[in-house]
């Protein structure tokens, strides 16, 4: 999904992963140690320099493997990170045996948002948080 959207982002200003390889990532600085050195560094599907947003897009197995919820965490921990924008599919249909089974991935990641915000019980340190389904 990223590779689909990479080319529009970048002439919106956005830094976007272009692959598998090291140098193709984007890495966000997290935890700063000795003279100012980053010592912990988050990978990132995207990053908005300007307006300092954190992109990650889930392809597949958003809720089933919990990556909304780490991706939520990672981001938290960017240094200079105001907004996150979490793409998930609308649904995720797997295998399950010899059976189709269909998540509602977008659904379940909207609900996980709206539990957190509205129990107070874990602040997240983002200006506002976008999911947007594919």
Known sequence: M???IR??????GWLVEAGKKADEKIHR????????QVRVK????????????VLEIEAGRATQGNAIYRDIVR???VAD????ALGVRIDYTFKSGAKDVTSA???KTRDALDSIFASGRLILPFKGVLVFGW
């Open 2 to 4: 990223v590779a689909a």
């Open 29 to 36: 600085p997290v935890l700063f140690g000795d003279n100012g």
């Open 7 to 12: 080319p529009s982002l970048i002439t919106q």
């Open 42 to 53: 988050q990978e990132l599907d995207g990053w908005h320099p300007e307006f300092k947003i």
């Open 81 to 84: 990170a105001e907004y996150l």
């Open 75 to 77: 981001a938290s921990l």
């Open 105 to 107: 991935d977008f659904d």
